[in-house]
Nanobody, 126 residues
Framework: QVPLVESGGGLAQTGGSLRLSCAASGRTFSTRAMGWFRQAPGKERDIVAAISWSGHNTYYADSVKGRFAIARDNTKNTVYLEMNSLKPEDTAVYYC???????????????????WGQGTQVTVSS
């Protein structure tokens, strides 16, 4: 298993910034792609960003390109999501996930992820 714990969510104003962290336990973290997803009330869980196990490959949803950045530190078993120029439509519960299989790419669908954190609320006020 790869237990995941998110932190760093909270309230921000439009145009502000937040940094999310996801700490993983277990020795398999460094071999797994990681992803950040978000889910707003009444909506499906959507990909925000993903990063391959090596960090060489990343993916960003069109809605966050140029504003968000994903990074990982395998020595600390932690993946980060730096969120800048926040908008009210970024409001959601953010989840980090660890991929089910060992891949060289960054998976972007929830079904490719086997482990999830508990989620952290991000609220952006207008």
């Amino acid at each position: 298993q790869v237990p995941l714990v998110e932190s760093g969510g909270g309230l921000a104003q439009t145009g502000g910034s937040l940094r999310l962290s996801c700490a993983a336990s277990g020795r398999t973290f460094s071999t797994r792609a990681m992803g950040w997803f978000r889910q707003a009330p009444g909506k499906e869980r959507d990909i925000v960003a993903a990063i391959s196990w090596s960090g060489h490959n990343t993916y960003y949803a069109d809605s966050v390109k140029g504003r968000f950045a994903i990074a990982r530190d395998n020595t600390k078993n932690t993946v980060y999501l730096e969120m800048n120029s926040l908008k009210p439509e970024d409001t959601a519960v953010y989840y980090c996930g660890a991929a089910a299989a060992i891949t060289t790419y960054a998976p972007i669908t929830p079904s490719e992820y086997a482990y999830w954190g508990q989620g952290t609320q991000v609220t952006v006020s207008s």
